[in-house]
């Protein structure tokens, strides 16, 4: 895929068929020699849900799922808005990038990006973040993170290709509504994922990412 | 999630520093305004040369704080690159104009040119810079992904911090350097009943405005890094109570002792130093 067919490359995401093995998180983060606290792709753990008692007996009403998390490229990046240099800027095809030239490591853009996407560093002392390796897909190869997953459950492409191709949301808990950022994404949930926004949930895996 | 970090802590020394310094501002402002309106001639006394200083050495320390939350300080300049969208590059932008502008000032009055029409002109070019400065400042907080911070609560509370710690400032320093001899002048009651006025703000604001602003709505965890969480508004609110109750003795005695004022101004301090270390906790985004 050569940029020049792409408006908005971005991912997809099968949670459904995701282990959590978090095989895309090391990919990425091997392959950009991120610093020790530093992750350009998340995987979150999800959990809710609880036991009932149905007669005698505890039932598990229990659930988890995972969802993987990188930059999504928003078509609104909120990140950029406010930064005061315009050091985050978005190209013709669709990434945002972040000028490490540019940055003053205010972290303002950490505060504002829904997704935590943002991942200030502190050995260069700027913000950094997933650039969809725009190098591998210059080159016509998929992004590290995508080429990585056993599973199958990551692929990339033109926005409204992969919207062809597999359909899918961009609202699955606890990510917020797609009208504040545009993100260009697309997951098709896990199929209990609808029961998070109904039954208590949250992210078990907090202090891992 | 980060919670109050080394970072948070040089904004919450800047943000207070900056609202103190414009709130002493408008408070020697109102007085030189007001004296030429009611006398018909200028109080030349009141925009002295050391308090001038003392508002641009509080700017200073304000601004040198700010950078130490920069990953690159070096590149501060560029900070101003973004004024058509970012309120963060506009916030720069009206401290530093108000920087300019207090300068200038002391030039004139150290020039001896404290009675010329600029000077005047300059005094409410000044007290425009603070306001959006100010403005500039709150705003940036509000971001749409914080619904913690994006309310009315934000600004009125920086408003109320410069209204507060301002007026209560200026009098406790001309108390601790020249005391009250007799009765309080005019402008000095009326700055102390300001102070008054912004506390009932604060208190109005915590009441009305913060539960409704999603603070216990966020997805993500809050206060999450505090040991404590209950320590520090129950601290923050005594300790304003104490301030507000020593304001008043010293505002309706029959004369002035100024340690009642000094005691009211190292409360209320302390005060909107924990209430601002809260709002920096309180910091949830929605999504992850």
């Not at chain 1, 080159?139 to 992969?162: H, K, N, T, W």
């Not at chain 2, 402002?29 to 030349?44: C, I, K, S, V």
């Not at chain 2, 509370?157 to 009098?171: N, Q």
Request: positive net charge.
């Amino acid at each position: 895929m050569t940029q020049a067919f792409v408006r908005q490359y971005a991912f997809y995401y099968d949670s459904g068929v995701c282990s959590g093995c978090k095989a895309c998180q090391g990919a990425c983060k091997d392959k950009h020699d991120l610093p020790p606290d530093v992750l350009w792709r998340h995987v979150y753990e999800v959990t809710g849900g609880t036991w009932k008692k149905e007669g005698g007996l505890w039932v598990p009403g229990v659930f988890a799922y995972n969802l993987s998390m990188a930059c999504h490229h928003c078509a609104k990046p909120i990140c950029g808005e406010g930064c005061p240099t315009k050091a985050i800027y978005k190209r013709d095809d669709g990434i945002v990038l972040i000028d490490t030239l540019a940055c003053i490591g205010c972290r303002y853009c950490e505060w504002a990006c829904p997704y935590g996407a943002i991942q200030f560093d502190l050995e260069s002392r700027i913000a950094t973040k997933c650039h969809f390796c725009y190098d591998e897909v210059g080159a016509g190869q998929p992004p590290a993170c995508v080429a990585a997953c056993p599973m199958r459950a990551l692929d990339f492409g033109d926005f409204e290709d992969l919207k062809k191709k597999y359909g899918g949301t961009s609202e699955v808990f606890p990510l917020p509504e797609a009208s504040v950022t545009e993100p260009a994404l697309l997951i098709k949930p896990h199929k209990d994922a609808s029961r998070a926004n109904k039954d208590t949930a949250e992210v078990a895996n907090w202090e891992e990412i | 999630m980060p919670g109050p970090s080394e970072r948070e802590w040089s904004l919450i020394g800047f943000t207070l520093l900056s609202q103190t310094a414009v709130g002493a501002f408008w408070t020697v402002a109102a007085a030189f305004l007001m004296t030429d309106r009611r006398q018909g001639l200028l109080e030349n006394r009141v925009f002295t040369i050391p308090f001038l200083a003392a508002v641009l050495a509080l700017l200073g320390l304000a601004a040198t704080v700010s950078l130490s939350h920069l990953g690159r300080p070096g590149r501060a300049p560029s900070a101003l690159f973004n004024l058509r969208r970012s309120w963060l590059s506009r916030e720069i932008l009206f401290e530093l104009a108000f920087i300019f502008l207090v300068l200038s000032l002391a030039v004139l009055r150290y020039q001896g040119r404290e009675t010329a029409p600029l000077f005047r002109a300059l005094v409410l070019a000044s007290a425009a810079a603070g306001l959006l400065f100010l403005h500039s400042m709150s705003r940036l907080y509000m971001l749409r992904t914080v619904p913690a911070w994006r309310g009315l609560h934000t600004p009125l509370s920086f408003f109320a911090s410069a209204l507060l710690l301002g007026p209560l400032g200026v009098l406790a320093v001309r108390g601790v350097l020249f005391d009250f001899p007799g009765s309080l002048h005019a402008f000095q009651r009326t700055a102390g009943l300001v102070s008054l006025a912004a506390v009932l703000l604060i208190l109005l604001t915590v009441l009305f405005f913060t539960p409704r602003a999603g603070v216990f709505g966020a997805k993500t965890e809050t206060l999450r890094d505090l040991p404590e969480p209950r320590i520090y508004p129950l601290l923050a609110f005594r300790l304003l109570y104490l301030g507000t109750a020593l304001l008043f003795v010293f505002l309706f005695q029959r004369s002035q002792n100024s340690g009642y004022v000094l005691l009211a101004f190292i409360c209320a301090a302390v005060s909107e130093i924990l209430g601002r270390y809260l709002f920096f906790a309180l910091y949830g985004r929605i999504g992850v």
